[in-house]
């Protein structure tokens, strides 16, 4: 399906679903901008238009969840954090503290960073000037790549336990569960030939896994259906409820109501958020 068909669709699917012109109007731009930066078919990306404006007509105006334990110490600290690619400066003193049971989410237009703060953050990317303090362990779920073409679910489980020093049967115990939460039940596949939401449905199994300190999410739902979108935030929910510190990157800003700290990085990239 062409872009500028998607688009129309998913406009009219909105509004059918009763999603306000501002919103509505700035979920599309997100979309569009999506597209055509990543140059990715709309179908593979987001779904069907009437699934994708239903998941987000689902989460607009929901209440926000009861917090079930308070916020607990520092688990990362993020602190006036520069980057430049060449002459280009991506980031400018850019600072973000999330505590134990809290969700922070890092939102911006394409291309103000996002990707490159979280990779900072994650210790994938250096940054100029600044610094990162993390506390605990770190579980990161890239916005694509990150899973080993000829390796089956299983394998990666095991993998990347082992690296968490969880052992093997535990941890494709784990995974298997946690696979269950997102309504997917791995079988002997190679990871190159599972769909693209079922490769970022591996993604986020495998930033789980070992039960982390502090999750690091950039965009991990693209390629997800409707139930499984919902399932993401509910799993979001659990991890804060667990006492996790969750940094989750979204264009999706109907979410944001529901987090704890909101991370713009559209102004002139440089933010502060604590
Ligand atoms: N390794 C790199 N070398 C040079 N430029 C880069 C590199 N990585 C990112 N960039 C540039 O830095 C800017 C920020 O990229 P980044 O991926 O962090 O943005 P983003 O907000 O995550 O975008 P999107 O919403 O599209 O995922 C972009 O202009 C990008 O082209």
Redesign the pocket.
């Known amino acids: 399906m062409r872009h500028e068909i998607w688009l129309a669709a998913l406009t009219d699917e909105l509004r059918r679903h009763g999603v306000g012109p501002d919103l509505a109007g700035h979920v599309v731009a997100e979309a569009a901008?999506?597209l055509r930066?990543?140059g990715e078919a709309p179908l593979r990306a987001f779904g069907p238009p009437d699934t994708y404006a239903a998941a987000v007509a689902d989460s607009v105006g929901g209440p926000a969840l009861a917090r079930s334990v308070p916020a607990g110490p520092v688990r990362l600290r993020a602190v006036d954090i520069t980057k430049r690619?060449?002459r280009?400066t991506?980031l400018s003193g850019v600072s973000l503290t999330v505590h134990a049971g809290q969700v922070a989410a890092v939102v911006?237009?394409?291309?103000?960073?996002?990707?490159?703060?979280?990779?900072i953050c994650a210790g994938l990317?250096g940054a100029d000037a600044g610094r990162v303090e993390l506390h605990g362990t770190v579980g990161y779920c890239p916005?694509a790549g990150g899973t080993a073409d000829f390796l089956q679910a299983g394998e990666h489980f095991a993998l990347i336990g082992a690296g968490r020093g969880v052992p093997r049967e535990a941890a494709v115990r784990d995974g298997a569960r946690r696979a269950a939460a997102l309504d997917w039940a791995p079988g002997d596949a190679q990871a190159r030939h599972l769909s693209g939401g079922t490769r970022q449905k591996l993604n986020l199994v495998l930033a789980g896994l070992g039960d982390p300190d502090v999750l690091l999410l950039?965009?991990p739902y693209q390629g997800f259906d409707r139930g499984t979108y919902l399932d993401f935030w509910h799993e979001v929910w659990r991890w804060r409820d667990a006492g996790r510190a969750v940094v989750v990157?979204t264009?999706l800003l109907n979410q944001l109501d529901r987090v704890d700290v909101v991370l713009d990085?559209s102004a002139g990239s440089s933010g502060v958020a604590a």
Do not use: C, I, M, P
């Open positions: 901008g999506h930066d990543s690619y060449g280009r991506v911006g237009a394409n291309g103000s960073g996002k990707s490159t703060f979280l990779g990317v916005q950039d965009e990157v264009h990085l």
